[in-house]
């Protein structure tokens, strides 16, 4: 298996356009993760999902923020307006195939926003 | 809320030198704990994990970290650091009741001096 994939891994962006980050979860995991990285806040959850279905959305900012899933081999997160604040690493992890708690998260290689 | 601290935000160790970098969670239930390392630019990589068992648990590259229940810690060590151990990493708590996700520490930015 190729892993998480993201895309894109870099994206710079002007202020005010919308902006969709994309991500693979590894084929069989059944929980989906967004995070966002920076330096000030460090890794922080943004939304997940189980089984397409979003269970918990709490660390999302903004309703400028979205997330789907449509299906299992596919996620997006979008940002519309974008702002300059949202420049950040975003991460998509995936981990599951049992549903228990006692497996770890494989993270993507992220997608680094930046809005000028 | 649950929370996950790290002792030190930025370690710098001379290669050959002994590592400690300490991990306190705030959860009195079942826990699942991680370290995870973060690369220069690349994404985070699962180091070692702890689910039940040996507190003492060993992962990849030489690392090992002890589970110590009473001091809801979850330090993580190497006893001789190389270059190329410099990166940022991270503790992991996953709390059982509290659904699936992963709650991270600030993260240590460690650097190996050759």
């Known amino acids: 298996d190729a892993g998480v994939i993201q895309s894109p891994r870099h994206e710079v962006t002007e202020m005010g356009q919308e902006v969709t980050l994309r991500c693979k979860p590894i084929?069989?995991?059944?929980?989906l993760f967004w995070y966002r990285q920076t330096m000030m806040r460090g890794l922080e959850l943004l939304i997940y999902?189980?089984?397409?279905?979003?269970?918990?959305d709490s660390g999302m900012p903004e309703d400028r923020f979205s997330a789907k899933m449509p299906n299992a081999s596919f996620s997006t997160l979008k940002i519309q307006p974008s702002e300059p604040r949202d420049s950040a690493v975003y991460f998509c992890a995936s981990k599951g195939g049992t549903g228990g708690y006692g497996t770890e998260a494989f993270f993507g290689q992220g997608t680094r926003l930046t809005v000028v | 809320a649950q929370s996950v601290s790290q002792h030190n935000h930025h370690v710098i160790l001379s290669e050959a030198a002994s590592l400690e970098l300490g991990c306190n969670y705030s959860y009195g239930g079942t826990v699942n704990l991680f370290w995870y390392v973060q690369y220069p630019g690349q994404h985070l990589q699962l180091l070692l994990k702890?689910?039940?068992?040996?507190?003492l648990v060993k992962g990849i590259k030489g690392f090992e970290a002890e589970f110590i229940k009473s001091k809801f810690s979850f330090n993580l060590r190497k006893p001789s650091v190389q270059w190329s151990d410099t990166a940022e990493y991270f503790c992991a708590v996953n709390l059982d009741n509290y659904g699936q996700n992963f709650v991270f520490g600030p993260g240590t930015r460690l650097s190996v001096l050759p």
């Open positions: 999902f189980n089984n397409n279905v979003p269970i918990d």
């Open positions: 702890y689910f039940s068992g040996d507190p």
């Open positions: 084929s069989g995991h059944d929980y």
